[in-house]
């Protein structure tokens, strides 16, 4: 997992705290559309696209190949975020940045931030179907918001731009109270068979 090194112990800490918050906040949002895609109390789920992103594509086809050479009917679900469907009113050029800054470290590590329905796809996958869950704050609170979606952002950041980690702790800060702010995203979830017969 070359672009998630949690070896750093300053990322490792702040994952761990994010995580399972991300996973309570959004479980509400996603389950309707569990449901949609036949996933129910009887299934095992594994889910992989918040570790498959930082894969290089060796990795991630054979990770795919042992669900997809099972001989009985296999549904891999995947839920992937996607930095470029981030919108942020006020618009600010320093988050932007860092966003920006993140994709090119992690493109350079190996990862791909697009997981979905091409995936699969690419991977001899059938009965392809994808959904697009938005979030934002309005729905699920501004501070909420902010912490699943800030330490992503600013996850990126090297010293030379801790500049911009400041700026963009200021919008978070000077928006929190401001009516008009939004901070939203989309969350993209595919869901695939090992074959393409029912």
């Known amino acids: 997992m070359l672009s998630y090194d949690l070896s750093n112990h300053g990322l490792l800490e702040c994952e761990v705290q994010r995580l399972p918050l991300q996973a ?64 942020f009113r006020p618009g600010s050029d320093a988050i932007q940045a860092l966003l920006d800054a993140k994709g090119r470290k992690q493109a350079t590590r190996v990862g791909d931030r697009h997981t979905g329905a091409e995936l699969f796809s690419r991977h001899g996958f059938g009965l392809i179907k994808q959904d697009c869950i938005p ?19 600013l996850s990126g950041a090297d010293n030379a731009e801790s500049g911009l980690v400041d700026r963009a702790k200021t919008w978070f800060e000077e928006n929190r109270e401001n009516e008009t702010a939004v901070m939203s995203a989309l969350i993209f979830m595919v869901s695939a068979s090992n074959t393409t017969l029912l």
């Open 24 to 87: 309570q906040v959004l479980f509400p949002v996603e389950a309707p559309f569990l449901q949609s895609h036949a996933v129910s109390d009887s299934c095992s789920l594994w889910e992989s696209a918040a570790a498959m992103e930082h894969m290089s594509p060796d990795i991630t086809m054979r990770i795919l190949s042992a669900p997809y050479s099972r001989k009985a009917l296999t549904r891999v679900i995947a839920i992937d975020g996607d930095d470029h469907t981030f919108v």
């Open 135 to 153: 979030v934002n704050s309005k729905t699920i609170g501004w501070d909420t918001c902010r912490s699943v979606i800030g330490p992503v952002i």
